[in-house]
């Protein structure tokens, strides 16, 4: 459990609702979902981390509410806009728990957009207010979502042309991590890290890998790397001690994969001349292979150059479904311009050309954890039911300038029929999918890594 103020991390706003609902309000209902965006299929992923980290156990205290009800005087230049006596009332009756019910569908799980993913409401009839208080910190669970969905994308994207050119089992190890520079925060790279894994194996993201061992339950590995050059370590040989450098990586790691930069002066020579002809014999003779790395141009222009000179130089052989691939001593690895646009050309360009989807691997950096927001998948947090005065109410909203913006109304669950998700009334047939996984500051419901894999497993199931 953190020691940050909960009560702290809100929208400054929220602190004023309290006085805004009906008189005799007595419950507040929400639910989360992603009201469509880019893909239309979103997997859930990261509400266990906040739970773990901010929701669970004794969170509020009094220290905490005298901090808050100092800055919020500051902030709002009047001190009676902060509600001290809700807050010490949970200190009180429920010794600094929340009295909060979280019902969710399970982690990794793949759902349609416009469904419910996650209900919130409170259980003391006296904290109606706090369902809504919490919005602001669970809504943030749209970035883990986000990132394992178009993870999850990408893969069947390169399972499809694997399919066609070359081999699928090879896909857990087709798209590294390379996002930890291009984050915002090292939270981001924990938790985006983390949602990567949910899909591939491969990631140079080391907060990533601490954050499930942390939170998921798990002292097992999910995430592997191999040794890799960085243009500072070639460079720093000099131009003409290119070959060089080369040679030095071949022999510090002389077994196994190893991916060497080799666009710091001229990518083309690099293949043709150096890997080509001079330490051609090296890389054939080594026990492993050479993973040659570009790092600037057009993608699929260079891709498709790079694997045609090591085709030239270390031959290829052609496949049963009639495609070209490498000797098995060199591969290539596109880290630059990476992201599901660039990949689909390459791997297209490559296709027309002959040349199967298993001569490329891509590392994914800025693209992959950070060029998204909560807009991709247009995530939203709406209260949809309201009790008062003992009165169940439907409450949704329905702006005449924005029909994507309607809301679900009433108390709701997710039911599935076939491989097919519907949100239906919380009062229709139907197991619902969601699990209540936190009550009144107890997390119920854990999921190791290993479950969030299997329920996002692509590949044993139907690919949409």
């Known amino acids: ?13 929220k602190a004023s609702h309290y006085k805004q609902y009906p008189p005799k309000t007595e419950r507040i209902y929400s639910y989360f979902e992603s009201r469509g965006g880019v893909f239309s299929d979103v997997v859930f992923f990261g509400l266990q981390y906040y739970l773990k980290e901010y929701l669970e156990g004794e969170v509020i205290t009094k220290a905490m509410v005298d901090e ?24 009180d ?73 070359g081999s699928p089992e090879q896909v857990n190890f087709k798209l590294h991590d390379f996002g930890f520079r291009g984050v915002s925060s090292v ?28 939170y998921y339950k798990t002292t097992e590995m999910f995430g592997f790397s191999i040794p890799a050059a960085e243009h500072s370590t070639i460079t720093s040989w000099g131009r003409d001690n290119e070959a060089e450098a080369y040679r030095n990586m071949l022999r510090q790691y002389p077994t196994g994969l190893v991916a060497v930069v080799s666009d710091s002066y001229d990518i083309y020579n690099a293949c043709d001349k150096i890997w080509g002809e001079q330490l051609r014999n090296d890389v054939l003779e080594r026990d492993g292979t050479l993973v040659v790395r ?20 270390f031959g290829y052989e052609t496949n049963h479904k009639q495609f070209k691939v490498l000797n098995p001593k060199v591969r290539v690895i596109q880290g ?61 909203k329905s702006p005449v300038t924005d029909n994507g913006k309607l809301s679900k109304r009433g108390r709701l669950k997710l039911v599935r029929d076939g491989n097919r998700y519907q949100t239906v009334s919380a009062n229709s047939a139907g197991d619902d999918v969601m699990q209540t996984v936190f009550e009144n ?22 690919v949409a």
């Open 441 to 462: 500051g107890v997390t119920l419901k854990e999921y190791t890594f290993s479950d969030v894999k299997t329920n996002a497993d692509i590949q044993a199931h139907v």
């Open 336 to 396: 630059d311009g990476v992201n599901y646009d660039s990949i689909g050309d390459i791997l297209e360009t490559l296709k027309q050309h002959g040349w199967s989807s298993d001569n490329v691997a891509f590392g994914m950096g800025g693209a992959l954890l950070q060029k998204l927001d909560r807009d991709t998948q247009k995530f939203a947090f709406k209260c949809s039911s309201a009790t008062v005065q003992g009165e169940e109410l439907d409450v949704f």
């Open 294 to 313: 570009p790092d600037s141009g057009n993608p699929k222009d260079v891709v498709l150059k790079v694997v045609s000179i090591l085709g030239e130089k």
């Open 93 to 165: 009756a429920h010794r600094g728990r929340l009295p909060l019910c979280i019902k969710a569908v399970p982690e990794g799980l793949a759902v349609p957009t416009h469904n419910v993913l996650m209900t919130v409401e409170n259980t003391d009839l006296n904290c109606y207010w706090l369902t809504n208080y919490v919005e602001t910190l669970l809504v943030q669970v749209w970035y883990g979502c986000t990132v394992a969905t178009q993870s999850r994308e990408i893969k069947k994207l390169m399972l499809r042309y694997l399919d066609e050119t």
């Open 1 to 13: 459990m953190t020691n940050r103020n909960l009560i702290l991390l809100t929208d400054s706003y």
């Open 187 to 214: 939270e981001s790279a924990s938790i985006g890290g983390a949602a990567h894994l949910v899909n591939f194996m491969g990631t140079d993201t080391v907060a990533g890998l601490t954050f499930i061992q942390k």
């Open 68 to 91: 808050a009800e100092e800055l919020y005087a500051a902030h709002f230049g009047n001190k009676f806009i902060f509600n001290r006596a809700a807050w010490e009332y949970i200190i």
